[in-house]
């Protein structure tokens, strides 16, 4: 959510320059970058999101676990997230900087 979040501010930023007639500034005031911000946000913390959901697996014995749960499908659904998630930062930035 929080990619998505900044993914539209971002954007929203790119709009009203765009269609609006919206002066610079208006991107110089930091609308972008707080955009960028929330993309990384979102990125760092499906990262860390693998890193606590593997120290709680790693509390819990077998039989606590229920059977037929797929124990990677979430760490690995959030390292794709991050990955995803940090290849957009990236875009977004070297989009922000060519201006």
């Known amino acids: 959510a929080l990619i998505a979040f ?7 930023a790119l709009f009203a320059r765009t269609f609006l007639d919206a002066p610079p500034r208006f991107e110089a005031a930091g609308v972008v970058w707080i955009g960028v911000a929330f993309v990384i946000l979102g990125a ?5 999101g693998v890193v606590q959901y593997r120290r709680t697996l790693s509390t ?3 039989a606590e676990i229920p059977k037929g749960y797929m124990i990677h499908l979430p760490a690995y659904a959030n390292i794709v997230v991050a990955v995803l998630g940090t290849a957009m930062a ?8 060519r201006g």
């Open 90 to 97: 990236i875009y977004l930035s070297f989009g922000a900087l």
């Open 60 to 62: 819990l014995n077998p």
């Open 6 to 12: 900044g993914f539209v501010i971002e954007r929203s």
């Open 44 to 48: 760092l913390l499906a990262a860390l």
